[in-house]
C-alpha cells in the first residue's frame, strides 16, 4: 500500500490502484491546543465493531490508526496483506 499526497492536508492511501483511505487536516480555524487536528477514514465495507473513522493529533498517528484498521479489516474477513506489495 501507499499514500498519496492529494493536496495541502491531504493524504490517500492505495492498495494497488483502489483508494482505501484517506487522512486530512481539519481547516486552520478548528484547531485548538488539545484537539485532535488530523481526520482519518477507510473507504471499505464496514465491518461491525470496528471503527472505520476517527481522529488523531498527528499525521503520524493517523496514519498509524488507519494501518491498525486496515489490518484488523483483512484479519476480520479471513484476509492478509501481501508483504511489499504496493
Known sequence: MRWVET???GRQRFSGEK???HVLTFHPR?????KPAWEWG???PKVPGLEMEGTSATEAEAKAAV???WTAWLELLGL????GRT
Not at 30 to 34: E, F, T, V
Not at 80 to 83: D, T, V
Open 7 to 9: 493536496g495541502p492536508g
Open 19 to 21: 483508494p482505501v483511505a
Open 30 to 34: 478548528d484547531l485548538r491546543p488539545g
Open 42 to 44: 477507510l473507504n471499505l
Open 67 to 69: 494501518e491498525v484498521v
Open 80 to 83: 492478509q496483506p501481501i508483504p
